[in-house]
C-alpha cells in the first residue's frame, strides 16, 4: 500500500488500475443487479435494451440524436448570451472605475440567488418553451465570466499597461493587444465555469418543464419508472457536458498558444 | 471555486486618473447609489405603470408584503419559517455527508496512487453529471423521503470537497513530507497531522463552494419532487402565479444562502486563528 513516496506520479499504473476498477464496479453490478428490484436498480441488459430504444425508436417524443441536439443547441445559445454580455461588461468594470461603481452593486444583489431559483419566475415570464432556458442559463452562466473577466483585467500586469501607454497605444489597441491577451486565461476559467453551469441549468429546467430535450428524457422515465432509461439519459448528459468543456478546452489551447493549460 | 478565490485577490487599480473637484471615492460611492436607485424606481415605474401586468411584475412593496405575510399566513402548506427549516434540514444532513466523506477521499487520493487511480474513473465520470440529474434516481429509491434530497445535495457539493481537498494535499511541501518520514511518522500520522493542516486553506475554499452548490442543488430539487421546502414555495407560488410569493422565496434563498457562507467564513477564519497562535 504505502508506496516509498505516494506523492510522486507512477503513472505506469494508472490505466492499469483505474480499468480494474472500472471493470470491477461493472461486474458487481452485473452479479448484484438480479438481486435487486429491478424497478429500482436497472440491470446491464436493461440499459442497453434502453440505449437501443431511445437511438432508434426513440422516447419522450424524440430520438436521442434529436434531443441531444434540441439540449447542446439551446444550452449554447444560452451560454452564448451570458458571455456575449458578460464579457463586455466584466471588460468596462475591469478598465473604468466608474463602470465598477454602476455594475457592481446591481451584481451583488443579484449574485447570492442561486441561478436554478430563477425557474419559476422564467416559467411565469415566458413559459415553458425556449425563452425561459435562455433567461435561466443566462442568469447561472453571466456571473463566473463577469467576475473572472473583471478580475482578469484588473490583475493585468500594471507596468505593461504603463509602458503601452509609453509608447503611445490608443484605447483600442489598449484594449485588444494589452488587456484581452493579459486577462485571457482567466477570461477563459471563467467561461469554463459558465459553460458547465449551463449545461447543468439546462438540464434542470428541461427536467421542471420542457417539451424536448434531454432532461425531458429523464423526467418521462422518471414517471413512467424506466430505470434503465434513466440510466442512459444521465449518460448522455454526461457524456455532453464533458465534450462541451473539452471543445472549450481546445478552443483555449488555440487562443492561448502561449500558456500550459492545466485542465 | 477559481472565482471565489479569485474575488479574494488584491484588486490593483489598471489606471488612476485626475479626479474631478470631489473626491473619487465620493463620487463613485454616488454612482453605486444612483445605479441602485435606478435599478429599483425603474423596477417601482414599471410596476406601476401598468405596462406589464401584476401578475407577472409585481412592485417591490408587494413583494415585501407578501414576505411579511407568509410569515404568519400559510402558504403551500407551511409558513415560510417552517419552509425554511424543512429545507435547511435537508441541507444540513446532505452538505455534512458531502464533506464526511468528500474531504477522507481526497485526501486519500492525495496520498495513496493505487486509491487515486482507481477512483479517478468514477469521479471524472460522475462530475460531469448534473447533480439535478440525479432527481430520477432519488425519488425512485427514496420516495419522497429525506434520503432523497440528501442524495440530491451530496451530489452537488461532493466534488468541490473531493478536488479542493485533493489539491491542498498534493501542494503540501515535499520537505515537510520527507521529514516527518525520516522521524518516523506512519501514513496516518502523516495524513492527519502534516497533509489535513496543509491543505486546509484549500479544503476550506472547496467547502464554502460546495455549500453553495450544495443549496442550490437542493432548492432545484425542491423544484421537482418534494411537499415542504422554500424550493416547493416557490414553484408552487409560479404554480398560483402568485408572483410576489415566488420574488420573496428566491429573496429567502438568496439571503439564507449568504447567512450560509458568512457562518462558513467565520468558522474559516477561526481556524486560521487557531492555528497561527498554536503555531
Given at each position: 500500500m504505502a508506496a516509498a513516496s505516494p506523492l510522486h506520479r507512477s503513472l505506469l499504473g494508472a490505466p492499469v488500475i483505474g480499468g480494474a476498477a472500472v471493470v470491477g464496479f461493472l461486474i458487481a453490478w452485473w452479479v448484484s443487479a438480479k438481486s435487486f428490484d429491478p424497478m429500482r436498480i436497472p440491470q446491464p441488459g436493461d440499459v442497453w435494451d434502453a440505449a437501443v430504444q431511445l437511438a432508434t425508436t426513440g422516447y419522450a417524443?424524440?430520438?436521442?440524436?434529436?434531443?441531444?441536439?434540441?439540449?447542446?443547441?439551446?444550452?449554447?445559445?444560452?451560454?452564448?448570451?451570458?458571455?456575449?454580455?458578460?464579457?463586455?461588461?466584466?471588460?468596462?468594470?475591469?478598465?473604468?472605475?466608474?463602470?465598477?461603481?454602476?455594475?457592481?452593486?446591481?451584481?451583488?444583489?443579484?449574485?447570492?440567488?442561486?441561478?436554478?431559483?430563477?425557474?419559476?419566475?422564467?416559467?411565469?415570464?415566458?413559459?415553458?418553451?425556449?425563452?425561459?432556458?435562455?433567461?435561466v442559463i443566462w442568469f447561472t452562466a453571466f456571473v463566473p465570466t463577469l467576475i473572472n473577466t473583471f478580475t482578469g483585467v484588473r490583475t493585468v500586469d500594471p507596468t505593461i499597461i504603463a509602458a503601452a501607454r509609453v509608447h503611445g497605444a490608443g484605447p483600442r489597441r489598449m484594449l485588444l493587444d494589452v488587456i484581452l491577451p493579459g486577462a485571457a486565461p482567466l477570461i477563459f476559467s471563467g467561461l469554463r465555469v459558465s459553460l458547465q453551469a449551463s449545461w447543468m441549468a439546462l438540464v434542470a429546467a428541461e427536467l421542471i418543464g420542457a417539451f424536448f430535450g434531454l432532461g425531458r428524457v429523464l423526467m418521462t422515465a422518471a414517471q413512467d419508472i424506466f430505470p434503465g432509461m434513466i440510466v442512459v439519459a444521465m449518460a448522455a448528459v454526461a457524456v455532453c457536458g464533458a465534450t462541451m468543456t473539452w471543445l472549450l478546452g481546445v478552443v483555449e489551447r488555440r487562443c492561448l498558444p502561449w500558456l500550459k493549460v492545466t485542465p | 471555486m477559481t472565482m471565489d478565490m479569485l474575488a479574494k485577490s488584491d484588486l490593483r487599480p489598471v489606471r488612476r486618473r485626475r479626479g474631478p473637484a470631489v473626491g473619487p471615492g465620493a463620487r463613485l460611492t454616488l454612482l453605486s447609489a444612483a445605479s441602485i436607485a435606478f435599478a429599483l424606481g425603474l423596477w417601482f415605474a414599471l410596476a406601476a405603470s401598468g405596462l406589464l401586468p401584476k401578475m407577472l411584475l409585481p412592485s417591490p412593496w408587494d413583494v415585501a408584503q407578501a414576505l411579511v405575510k407568509n410569515i404568519?399566513?400559510?402558504?403551500?402548506?407551511?409558513?415560510?419559517?417552517?419552509?425554511?427549516?424543512?429545507?435547511?434540514?435537508?441541507?444540513?444532513?446532505?452538505?455534512?455527508?458531502?464533506?464526511?466523506?468528500?474531504?477522507?477521499?481526497?485526501?486519500?487520493?492525495?496520498?495513496?496512487?493505487?486509491?487515486?487511480?482507481?477512483?479517478?474513473?468514477?469521479?471524472?465520470?460522475?462530475r460531469f453529471i448534473a447533480p439535478l440529474a440525479w432527481v430520477p434516481f432519488a425519488a425512485l429509491w427514496f420516495g419522497t423521503g429525506i434520503g432523497g434530497p440528501i442524495l440530491i445535495v451530496f451530489s452537488g457539493a461532493f466534488a468541490a470537497c473531493v478536488i479542493n481537498t485533493y489539491r491542498g494535499a498534493r501542494m503540501t511541501d515535499e520537505r515537510l513530507i520527507e521529514a516527518c518520514?525520516?522521524?518516523?511518522?506512519?501514513?496516518?500520522?502523516?495524513?492527519?497531522?502534516?497533509?489535513?493542516?496543509?491543505?486546509?486553506?484549500?479544503?476550506?475554499?472547496?467547502?464554502?463552494?460546495?455549500a453553495a452548490l450544495g443549496w442550490q442543488s437542493l432548492i432545484g430539487a425542491e423544484l421537482i419532487v418534494a411537499s415542504s421546502g422554500v424550493g416547493y414555495l416557490i414553484v408552487q407560488g409560479q404554480g398560483s402565479v402568485e408572483t410576489p410569493i415566488v420574488m420573496a422565496g428566491m429573496a429567502t434563498i438568496g439571503f439564507v444562502g449568504l447567512l450560509i457562507d458568512l457562518g462558513l467564513r467565520q468558522i474559516d477564519a477561526r481556524i486560521g486563528r487557531g492555528w497561527r497562535a498554536g503555531a
Open positions: 417524443g424524440g430520438t436521442l440524436a434529436q434531443h441531444t441536439l434540441q439540449s447542446i443547441m439551446l444550452a449554447f445559445m444560452g451560454f452564448a448570451v451570458a458571455a456575449g454580455t458578460a464579457l463586455p461588461i466584466g471588460l468596462a468594470m475591469g478598465m473604468s472605475r466608474s463602470a465598477e461603481a454602476v455594475f457592481g452593486p446591481i451584481v451583488a444583489f443579484i449574485r447570492p440567488i442561486p441561478p436554478l431559483a430563477w425557474i419559476p419566475l422564467a416559467i411565469i415570464w415566458f413559459g415553458l418553451g425556449d425563452g425561459a432556458k435562455i433567461f | 404568519g399566513v400559510p402558504f403551500a402548506g407551511a409558513t415560510l419559517q417552517q419552509h425554511l427549516l424543512a429545507s435547511l434540514g435537508r441541507f444540513s444532513a446532505g452538505f455534512a455527508l458531502a464533506v464526511a466523506v468528500g474531504v477522507p477521499v481526497g485526501l486519500m487520493m492525495g496520498w495513496f496512487a493505487p486509491f487515486r487511480h482507481a477512483f479517478a474513473p468514477f469521479f471524472e465520470t460522475f518520514r525520516t522521524l518516523g511518522a506512519g501514513n496516518w500520522r502523516l495524513i492527519v497531522d502534516v497533509l489535513l493542516p496543509s491543505a486546509l486553506p484549500s479544503i476550506m475554499a472547496g467547502i464554502r463552494v460546495a
